[in-house]
């Protein structure tokens, strides 16, 4: 990685040049990453993530919290940390060890030749607020060819990441090499301004259960990491994600692993025409409480293809739920379990808006597969070689 510093505002109209002009209150109060190439830039984006302030309220906040290093943040921990990030939500009560480790790096860019979802530009899933309440739809033979392809390349983009995981590096390099991944295979990543997701990829550790936002957390040895990639090429999106873990883990983490990745693919073996979305829960629920752990109820699985996020909306997990509808041939979906220690499968969010962790701070794991159901059975869109090593 460069260690040249670039503009830091996300919106930068100069294209992030190198650049030296840094907030000098900031460099007074050892806080990192606040560089910019102009003073239109700086009074502009700095810190758009934090998307309920205004800009410059929002980097005058920060300077107050670095000025009161003594001050807890919900658990006697300091808001800035020693290697210059910080803490943004001071007054949060949070349920675990984990952290978010601001600034976050500058938005991500996609190259104009790359054909993107309607949200790219506006945040908002025009598509998918229009078809929202419309039943599933049933590919054709042509669509579900674009679905096997956009989903290998999910795959491929996954395994790759994955790779990269080790003590030390960052949830925001993991980002990085996500979303060169994608650009590589001429694909957007599909979570990048989604509803204004800032990233191109989720990172969930420890107690966080999904919609990890990428930022300057180290990995460390005994995390558990999930990883959750979806990609939209060709104009259709495949979704995965895998729970891993970093180095060494305790018995616990490898049990909560085992019972995610067990109950997705125990219930796969049931899909097929004619079984009811309500039953999925059935299967999952049952080797979940054999291991000590809930079954989430917050997040289910959807229906996946031209959109993100479609019909059916709601596959839940867990058992004696409500869902309406069965598995028809040509329908494609996810499952995507997700599992906590102990009794408690209710979830809380930090102030970002989108990350969601157990009220605990007990772990959490996750595991998805895009879906294809078939005139006989099942096809696991999505589907690799699981590595049973990682969880003995």
């Known amino acids: 990685m460069s260690s040249t510093v670039h503009c830091q505002s996300t919106d930068c109209p100069n294209g992030h040049p190198p ?40 980097h005058k906040l920060i300077h107050e919290l670095a000025s009161k290093p003594s001050s807890s943040n919900g658990s006697g921990a300091s808001n800035i940390f020693k290697d210059g990030t910080y803490n943004p939500f001071s007054t949060f009560q949070f349920t675990g060890d984990i952290r978010p480790r601001y600034p976050l790096s500058s938005k991500r860019r996609v190259p104009e030749h790359i054909p993107r979802p309607d949200y790219a530009e506006t945040g908002i899933p025009t598509s998918e607020n229009k078809k929202a309440g419309q039943p599933p ?26 790779s990269h995981i080790k003590p030390g590096i960052t949830t925001d390099y993991l980002d990085e090499v996500v979303h060169n991944a994608c ?24 107690e966080v259960v ?26 259709f999106h495949g979704d995965l994600n895998e729970t891993y873990p970093v180095g060494r883990v305790d018995e616990d983490s ?10 997705l693919h125990d219930v796969i073996k049931i899909c097929k025409p004619g079984v009811l979305i309500r039953d999925i829960g059935k299967v999952i629920e049952p080797i979940a409480r054999a291991a000590g752990c809930s079954v989430v109820r917050t997040y289910t699985g959807h229906g996946i293809n ?12 867990y058992a004696k739920n409500k869902a309406i509808g069965t598995m028809k041939a040509g329908m494609c979906f996810t499952i995507e379990p997700m599992l906590n220690l102990g009794n408690h499968w209710d ?11 157990t009220i605990d701070g007990k772990r959490s794991a996750q595991f998805e597969e895009t879906l294809l159901i078939t005139e006989t059975g099942v096809e696991i869109l999505t589907a690799g070689k699981f590595r049973d090593d990682l969880y003995r």
């Open 19 to 58: 650049s030296k002009l840094e907030c000098p209150t900031c460099h007074k109060l050892g806080i990192k990453g606040s560089f910019f190439c102009g003073q239109d830039c700086f009074k502009a984006g700095f810190h758009e993530n934090l998307r309920t302030f205004n800009p410059q309220k929002v």
């Open 137 to 162: 739809r049933i590919l054709t033979p042509e669509e579900i060819e674009k679905m096997r392809i956009v989903c290998r390349l999910t795959r491929e983009v996954l395994d790759i990441a994955a």
């Open 183 to 206: 650009i590589e295979r001429n694909a957007y990543p599909s979570p990048l301004n989604y509803n204004h997701f800032p990233k191109s990829v989720c990172t969930s550790v420890n």
């Open 210 to 235: 999904c919609h990890g936002i990428p930022d300057q957390y180290k990995l460390q040895e005994g995390d558990i990491i999930n990883i959750d990639v979806s990609l939209y090429y060709d104009g």
């Open 254 to 263: 490898k049990k909560l692993m085992r019972a995610a990745h067990e109950s």
């Open 306 to 317: 031209d959109l993100f996020h479609g019909a059916p909306t709601n596959v839940p997990h």
């Open 347 to 357: 979830t809380l969010h930090w102030p970002d808006n989108w990350t969601a962790t």
